[in-house]
């Protein structure tokens, strides 16, 4: 069966710091994986997704980058965290088309 | 582009009571309808989804939802909460051809009280 794991549960960083969140997928191949972040009192909102081994698809202008290195594989990164970074972090892969499945996500708090 | 509305960001309702959680879309092309779930400092989880067949669908926990293309709705109903039904509900949707991208509405909070 088909897994997803999302690491680290929380982080707490300083502004300025750099982040590394990791994303991997287990029992499928080849899947779309997706980053998506969750403010506060707000929905979700993409940031990233990937339909393959280094192509990555931006959604929204902002201070992160996504990559893919692996088939099953998705790292969400920063150079330099900004407050405004804080939220929950949420890693998706799909297959053909109905419906994602989700990590744990990571609640991510800049200070 | 597609959109969801979630009208109600919080129902409050007593235990064993009905609710309906409301959602509206928009799009120019036919699409794929979800409800996800997501309890506190947790993922979300996939509670039902209408692809294609009976406009009305139903999940394991009680919970269904009807397709109605003609209002472009699909509301969220369980005839009897219980308290385990608090969290957060996100209505989705996305397009039936090209790759698949979800789009979220901002979430109900449903907060059941006994």
């Known amino acids: 069966s088909q897994t997803i794991h999302q690491w680290p549960a929380t982080l707490v960083q300083p502004v300025g710091s750099p982040l590394s969140l990791e994303c991997t997928v287990e029992g499928t191949s080849n899947p779309n994986l997706y980053w998506y972040r969750q403010a506060a009192g707000r929905g979700l909102q993409l940031l990233f997704y990937s339909v393959g081994i280094g192509q990555i698809s931006s959604e929204v202008p902002q201070n992160l980058s996504a990559s893919r290195p692996q088939d099953r594989q998705f790292i969400l990164s920063s150079k330099k965290l900004l407050l405004s970074d804080s939220g929950f972090y949420l890693c998706a892969w799909s297959d053909h088309g109905d419906g994602y499945t989700f990590g744990s996500g990571t609640r991510l708090t800049v200070v | 582009a597609q959109s969801v509305t979630q009208l109600d960001s919080q129902v409050p309702v007593f235990e064993e009571a009905p609710v309906e959680l409301r959602c509206n879309y928009s799009s120019s092309v036919s699409v794929y309808l979800f409800w996800y779930v997501q309890y506190p400092n947790q993922g979300l989880q996939l509670l039902l989804k209408?692809?294609?067949?009976?406009?009305l669908v139903e999940s394991i926990n009680g919970f269904e939802a009807e397709f109605n293309k003609s209002q472009t709705s699909f509301h969220l109903r369980k005839p009897s909460v219980h308290i385990s039904d608090t969290a957060e509900y996100f209505c989705?949707?996305?397009?039936?051809?090209?790759?698949?991208?979800?789009?979220f509405g901002t979430g109900t909070r449903l907060l059941v009280s006994p």
């Open positions: 989705a949707v996305s397009e039936l051809r090209g790759f698949q991208k979800l789009v």
């Open positions: 209408y692809l294609s067949g009976s406009t």
